[in-house]
């Protein structure tokens, strides 16, 4: 398994607890690039699927969704091979934060360090523009 797979980047944490506490906190979407452990049988063991209903589950809790989840095909550019994206909508950077705390959070995140070998979550506007120009 992956050192990659648990690490966190706490100064983003830190970011998104400040967002969190602050006046100024709305929307976000999280991003999730996964790659499945062999454990987890994705796209149809039996782990993975408890994953997914669990998560589709939790997330109501906290006001959440999932927006969309799509298998990856292929990797035409970059090194880090993932199965699958996952785009989380939250109704605030607070709501991410209290995910964990949410009624089946634990047997949740249990889940995902079974089924997760490796994740990279970026995390973007949750406000329902479509395409943002800079």
Known sequence: ??????????SEIERITAIADGDSDGPVLMLNLNRYSVAAGYPSGDNYKQYMSLLEALLPQ??????WRRAVAGQPVGEQPIDEILAAWYPSHRAFLELPKAPGGKQNFR??????EYAVIHRCPGNPVAVELA
Do not use: F, G
């Open 62 to 67: 906290v006001d959440a969704k999932i927006l």
């Open 1 to 10: 398994m992956s050192d990659n797979r648990a690490s966190r980047n706490d």
């Open 111 to 116: 889940l995902r360090r079974l089924c997760v």
